[in-house]
């Protein structure tokens, strides 16, 4: 079965790091840029982060800037998601996304884009 595997999600205080990923299963990520979307609750899908198959970054939420880093590790058939100084407003589902096509662009950004592949979503919750 072909999908997207998020990991690492959960409970951290504010000013708190957490590192989730994204594993690819029956496929190969190497060929695919990658993104970062969250949602929380009544609130729209936002992307955060993309990374390309040869590994250049776009960054779509500004809220991020300097706190949230991607990485893609093709041995591991892993993207991961830096997270740090995590605050309140961080708290949503994080969702990565796989596409073979559409190269990390605007359209990354939309909340109408449909990548081929999302995962199922991880839980982050900044809170004390």
């Known amino acids: 079965q072909l999908q997207l595997v998020e990991s690492g999600g959960g409970l951290v205080q504010p000013g708190g790091s957490l590192r989730l990923s994204c594993a690819a299963a029956?496929?190969?990520?190497?060929?695919?840029?990658i993104g970062w979307f969250r949602q929380a609750p009544g609130k729209e899908r936002e992307g955060i982060l993309c990374i390309s198959s040869s590994g250049a970054k776009t960054n779509y939420a500004d809220a991020v800037k300097g706190r949230f880093t991607i990485s893609r590790d093709n041995a591991k058939n892993t993207v991961y998601l830096q997270m740090n100084s995590l605050k309140a407003e961080d708290t949503a589902v994080y969702y990565c996304a796989a596409d073979h096509v559409i190269p990390c662009s605007s359209v990354w950004g939309s909340p109408s884009f449909g990548p081929d592949y999302w995962g199922q979503g991880t839980q982050v919750t900044v809170s004390s």
């Open positions: 029956g496929f190969n990520l190497e060929s695919y840029a």
